[in-house]
Protein backbone atom coordinates (compact mmCIF):
# COMPACT_ATOMS: atom_id res chain seq x y z
CA UNK A 1 0.00 0.00 0.00
CA UNK A 2 3.10 2.30 0.62
CA UNK A 3 3.51 2.44 -3.03
CA UNK A 4 0.06 3.45 -3.64
CA UNK A 5 0.30 5.97 -1.59
CA UNK A 6 3.20 7.15 -2.99
CA UNK A 7 2.40 7.19 -6.40
CA UNK A 8 -0.73 9.37 -5.20
CA UNK A 9 1.39 12.05 -3.68
CA UNK A 10 4.17 11.58 -6.58
CA UNK A 11 1.32 12.96 -8.55
CA UNK A 12 -0.08 15.53 -7.16
CA UNK A 13 3.79 17.01 -6.44
CA UNK A 14 4.76 16.62 -9.87
CA UNK A 15 1.37 18.17 -11.60
CA UNK A 16 1.87 21.56 -8.98
CA UNK A 17 5.99 22.27 -9.33
CA UNK A 18 6.96 20.70 -13.53
CA UNK A 19 5.74 23.68 -14.65
CA UNK A 20 8.09 25.93 -12.28
CA UNK A 21 11.02 23.21 -13.13
CA UNK A 22 10.70 23.78 -17.09
CA UNK A 23 10.64 27.77 -16.23
CA UNK A 24 13.70 27.55 -14.22
CA UNK A 25 15.29 25.58 -16.90
CA UNK A 26 13.91 27.71 -19.76
CA UNK A 27 15.40 30.90 -17.81
CA UNK A 28 18.93 29.63 -17.50
CA UNK A 29 19.23 29.32 -21.13
CA UNK A 30 17.74 32.89 -21.74
CA UNK A 31 20.60 33.93 -18.79
CA UNK A 32 23.04 32.22 -21.04
CA UNK A 33 22.01 34.15 -24.00
CA UNK A 34 21.51 37.66 -22.64
CA UNK A 35 25.12 37.06 -20.91
CA UNK A 36 26.62 36.10 -24.08
CA UNK A 37 25.23 39.07 -25.93
CA UNK A 38 26.11 41.65 -23.28
CA UNK A 39 29.21 40.50 -23.00
CA UNK A 40 30.17 40.40 -26.72
CA UNK A 41 28.73 43.29 -27.42
CA UNK A 42 30.24 45.36 -24.98
CA UNK A 43 27.47 47.64 -24.23
CA UNK A 44 27.08 47.82 -20.42
CA UNK A 45 24.76 50.74 -20.70
CA UNK A 46 21.03 52.02 -21.05
CA UNK A 47 17.74 49.66 -20.68
CA UNK A 48 19.23 47.24 -22.93
CA UNK A 49 21.93 46.46 -19.83
CA UNK A 50 19.27 45.89 -17.88
CA UNK A 51 16.97 43.80 -19.90
CA UNK A 52 19.05 41.67 -21.31
CA UNK A 53 21.77 41.73 -18.56
CA UNK A 54 20.63 42.29 -14.77
CA UNK A 55 16.71 41.23 -15.39
CA UNK A 56 17.37 37.73 -16.26
CA UNK A 57 19.57 36.77 -13.57
CA UNK A 58 17.28 38.56 -11.20
CA UNK A 59 14.05 36.43 -12.54
CA UNK A 60 16.68 33.24 -12.64
CA UNK A 61 16.99 34.11 -8.81
CA UNK A 62 13.35 35.36 -7.97
CA UNK A 63 12.16 31.99 -9.00
CA UNK A 64 14.81 29.65 -7.44
CA UNK A 65 13.05 31.74 -4.18
CA UNK A 66 9.86 31.09 -5.17
CA UNK A 67 10.33 27.24 -5.78
CA UNK A 68 12.46 26.68 -2.38
CA UNK A 69 9.47 28.62 -0.69
CA UNK A 70 6.49 26.71 -2.88
CA UNK A 71 8.24 23.40 -1.57
CA UNK A 72 8.16 24.07 1.99
CA UNK A 73 4.35 25.21 1.81
CA UNK A 74 3.71 22.08 -0.30
CA UNK A 75 5.65 19.31 2.37
CA UNK A 76 3.47 21.51 5.39
CA UNK A 77 -0.03 21.60 3.21
CA UNK A 78 0.01 18.05 2.06
CA UNK A 79 0.33 16.75 5.58
CA UNK A 80 -1.94 19.09 7.17
CA UNK A 81 -4.27 18.55 4.87
CA UNK A 82 -4.22 14.92 3.37
CA UNK A 83 -3.88 13.65 6.88
CA UNK A 84 -5.55 16.25 9.46
CA UNK A 85 -7.83 18.18 7.68
CA UNK A 86 -10.19 16.91 5.15
CA UNK A 87 -8.81 14.49 2.97
CA UNK A 88 -8.00 12.86 6.08
CA UNK A 89 -11.48 11.19 6.39
CA UNK A 90 -10.54 9.03 3.22
CA UNK A 91 -7.13 8.40 3.68
CA UNK A 92 -7.23 6.87 6.92
CA UNK A 93 -9.83 4.81 5.37
CA UNK A 94 -7.61 3.24 3.05
CA UNK A 95 -6.12 -0.26 4.14
CA UNK A 96 -3.40 1.74 4.99
CA UNK A 97 -1.23 2.07 8.86
CA UNK A 98 -0.29 5.91 10.03
CA UNK A 99 3.43 4.59 9.29
CA UNK A 100 2.86 4.15 5.71
CA UNK A 101 1.01 7.69 5.50
CA UNK A 102 3.82 9.42 7.19
CA UNK A 103 6.53 8.06 5.58
CA UNK A 104 4.71 8.64 2.33
CA UNK A 105 5.19 12.58 2.27
CA UNK A 106 8.23 12.00 3.27
CA UNK A 107 9.93 10.06 0.57
CA UNK A 108 7.77 12.16 -1.58
CA UNK A 109 8.85 15.38 0.00
CA UNK A 110 12.51 14.29 -0.41
CA UNK A 111 11.88 13.59 -3.88
CA UNK A 112 10.34 16.85 -4.10
CA UNK A 113 13.62 18.59 -2.93
CA UNK A 114 16.21 16.10 -4.69
CA UNK A 115 14.40 17.24 -8.36
CA UNK A 116 14.52 20.37 -6.92
CA UNK A 117 18.16 20.66 -6.21
CA UNK A 118 19.23 18.73 -9.81
CA UNK A 119 17.09 20.94 -11.92
CA UNK A 120 19.02 24.10 -9.82
CA UNK A 121 21.75 22.57 -10.96
CA UNK A 122 20.99 21.38 -14.66
CA UNK A 123 19.80 25.59 -15.01
CA UNK A 124 23.38 26.57 -14.04
CA UNK A 125 24.89 24.24 -15.97
CA UNK A 126 22.72 25.05 -19.31
CA UNK A 127 23.55 29.10 -18.71
CA UNK A 128 27.39 27.89 -18.72
CA UNK A 129 26.83 25.77 -22.07
CA UNK A 130 24.40 28.60 -23.70
CA UNK A 131 27.08 31.21 -22.81
CA UNK A 132 29.69 28.83 -24.57
CA UNK A 133 29.37 25.47 -24.77
CA UNK A 134 32.48 24.56 -26.27
CA UNK A 135 34.60 26.30 -23.67
CA UNK A 136 32.38 24.54 -20.92
CA UNK A 137 32.14 21.14 -22.27
CA UNK A 138 36.02 21.18 -22.27
CA UNK A 139 36.01 22.50 -18.47
CA UNK A 140 33.91 18.98 -17.79
CA UNK A 141 36.12 16.99 -19.92
CA UNK A 142 39.12 18.06 -17.61
CA UNK A 143 37.74 17.01 -14.18
CA UNK A 144 38.42 13.36 -14.51
CA UNK A 145 41.92 13.85 -15.27
CA UNK A 146 42.23 17.15 -12.63
CA UNK A 147 40.79 14.56 -10.14
CA UNK A 148 42.90 11.72 -10.96
CA UNK A 149 45.67 14.02 -10.35
CA UNK A 150 44.97 15.04 -6.89
CA UNK A 151 46.38 12.75 -4.18
CA UNK A 152 42.95 11.76 -2.28
CA UNK A 153 43.99 9.62 0.62
CA UNK A 154 42.41 6.07 1.15
CA UNK A 155 38.98 6.31 2.81
CA UNK A 156 37.95 9.58 0.50
CA UNK A 157 35.31 7.69 -1.25
CA UNK A 158 33.55 6.73 2.16
CA UNK A 159 33.81 10.23 3.57
CA UNK A 160 31.96 11.22 0.21
CA UNK A 161 29.21 8.95 0.48
CA UNK A 162 28.84 9.56 3.92
CA UNK A 163 28.15 13.18 3.46
CA UNK A 164 25.31 12.38 1.01
CA UNK A 165 23.83 10.04 3.12
CA UNK A 166 24.10 12.66 5.95
CA UNK A 167 22.56 15.19 3.84
CA UNK A 168 19.68 12.69 2.73
CA UNK A 169 18.89 11.62 6.30
CA UNK A 170 19.01 15.25 7.30
CA UNK A 171 16.69 16.57 4.70
CA UNK A 172 14.22 13.76 5.97
CA UNK A 173 14.32 14.62 9.43
CA UNK A 174 13.66 18.15 9.01
CA UNK A 175 10.79 16.87 7.22
CA UNK A 176 9.65 14.91 9.91
CA UNK A 177 10.34 17.72 12.06
CA UNK A 178 7.84 19.60 10.67
CA UNK A 179 5.72 16.62 10.65
CA UNK A 180 5.78 16.62 14.51
CA UNK A 181 5.54 20.11 14.62
CA UNK A 182 2.12 20.17 12.93
CA UNK A 183 0.62 17.16 14.79
CA UNK A 184 1.78 19.16 18.23
CA UNK A 185 -0.63 22.01 16.90
CA UNK A 186 -3.23 19.74 16.03
CA UNK A 187 -3.71 18.86 19.30
CA UNK A 188 -5.04 22.53 20.48
CA UNK A 189 -8.48 23.31 19.55
CA UNK A 190 -8.12 26.62 18.44
CA UNK A 191 -5.17 28.11 16.40
CA UNK A 192 -3.75 25.25 15.20
CA UNK A 193 -1.66 27.10 12.69
CA UNK A 194 0.15 29.35 15.10
CA UNK A 195 0.37 26.41 17.79
CA UNK A 196 2.39 24.32 15.23
CA UNK A 197 4.54 27.37 14.85
CA UNK A 198 5.46 27.28 18.65
CA UNK A 199 5.48 23.88 18.68
CA UNK A 200 8.66 24.30 15.86
CA UNK A 201 10.65 26.93 17.06
CA UNK A 202 10.19 25.30 20.91
CA UNK A 203 11.76 21.51 19.49
CA UNK A 204 14.55 23.73 17.73
CA UNK A 205 15.36 25.84 20.68
CA UNK A 206 15.37 22.23 22.93
CA UNK A 207 17.51 20.46 19.89
CA UNK A 208 20.37 23.86 19.80
CA UNK A 209 20.41 23.06 23.45
CA UNK A 210 21.12 19.14 23.32
CA UNK A 211 23.25 19.39 20.24
CA UNK A 212 25.94 22.31 22.42
CA UNK A 213 25.40 19.76 25.51
CA UNK A 214 26.72 17.11 23.12
CA UNK A 215 29.22 19.12 21.38
CA UNK A 216 30.90 20.49 24.19
CA UNK A 217 30.89 16.83 25.58
CA UNK A 218 32.92 15.49 22.76
CA UNK A 219 35.13 18.63 21.56
CA UNK A 220 37.92 17.59 23.92
CA UNK A 221 38.14 14.12 21.89
CA UNK A 222 37.60 15.99 18.50
CA UNK A 223 41.00 18.09 19.52
CA UNK A 224 43.17 15.01 19.51
CA UNK A 225 41.59 13.88 16.55
CA UNK A 226 41.63 16.32 14.34
CA UNK A 227 45.58 16.96 15.82
CA UNK A 228 46.89 14.32 12.86
CA UNK A 229 46.54 17.73 10.92
CA UNK A 230 49.65 19.13 11.85
CA UNK A 231 51.91 15.90 11.62
CA UNK A 232 53.32 14.17 8.43
CA UNK A 233 50.33 11.58 7.46
CA UNK A 234 47.59 14.50 9.31
CA UNK A 235 45.57 14.64 6.03
CA UNK A 236 45.28 10.84 6.50
CA UNK A 237 44.39 10.54 9.82
CA UNK A 238 41.88 13.64 9.27
CA UNK A 239 40.38 11.68 7.31
CA UNK A 240 39.15 9.09 9.83
CA UNK A 241 38.43 11.55 12.03
CA UNK A 242 36.12 13.37 9.75
CA UNK A 243 34.25 10.17 9.22
CA UNK A 244 33.91 9.46 13.15
CA UNK A 245 32.69 13.01 13.34
CA UNK A 246 30.09 12.33 10.08
CA UNK A 247 29.09 8.86 11.49
CA UNK A 248 28.02 10.37 14.68
CA UNK A 249 26.38 13.03 13.35
CA UNK A 250 24.69 10.44 11.42
CA UNK A 251 23.15 8.22 14.00
CA UNK A 252 22.37 11.61 15.87
CA UNK A 253 20.11 12.12 12.84
CA UNK A 254 18.88 8.64 12.53
CA UNK A 255 17.69 8.88 16.57
CA UNK A 256 16.26 11.98 15.66
CA UNK A 257 14.14 11.00 12.71
CA UNK A 258 13.17 7.70 14.73
CA UNK A 259 11.56 10.55 17.45
CA UNK A 260 9.86 12.47 15.29
CA UNK A 261 8.35 9.64 13.29
CA UNK A 262 6.92 7.58 15.93
CA UNK A 263 6.66 10.71 18.15
CA UNK A 264 3.46 11.94 14.97
CA UNK A 265 2.77 8.30 14.59
CA UNK A 266 1.68 7.96 18.56
CA UNK A 267 -0.12 11.60 17.73
CA UNK A 268 -2.17 10.53 14.43
CA UNK A 269 -3.08 7.60 16.20
CA UNK A 270 -4.48 8.42 19.87
CA UNK A 271 -5.21 12.14 19.14
CA UNK A 272 -6.34 12.64 15.68
CA UNK A 273 -9.27 15.04 15.54
CA UNK A 274 -10.91 15.33 12.13
CA UNK A 275 -13.75 17.34 13.39
Known amino acids: MLGKLIKYDLRSC ?54 AIMAL ?3 CERFYKGLLGDEGYLMFTLPATTAEHIASKSIVALILELISGLVAVLTVFLVMVVYDAPRTLEFLGKIPAYLREIPFPRGTGWLVAETVIL ?9 LHIYQAIAIGHLAKKHRGAW ?14 LTFMLADLGVSR ?9 DDTGFHGAVGAISAGLGVSLLYQLILGVVFFFGTKVILDRRLNLE
Open 222 to 230: FDRMFSFFF
Open 14 to 67: LRKFWVLWLALAALGVVNGLSIRYVLESGDFRGIWMFLLGILPIILLSVLVMII
Open 196 to 209: AVLAYVGINIALSI
Open 73 to 75: VYI
Open 167 to 175: SLVMAVVSN
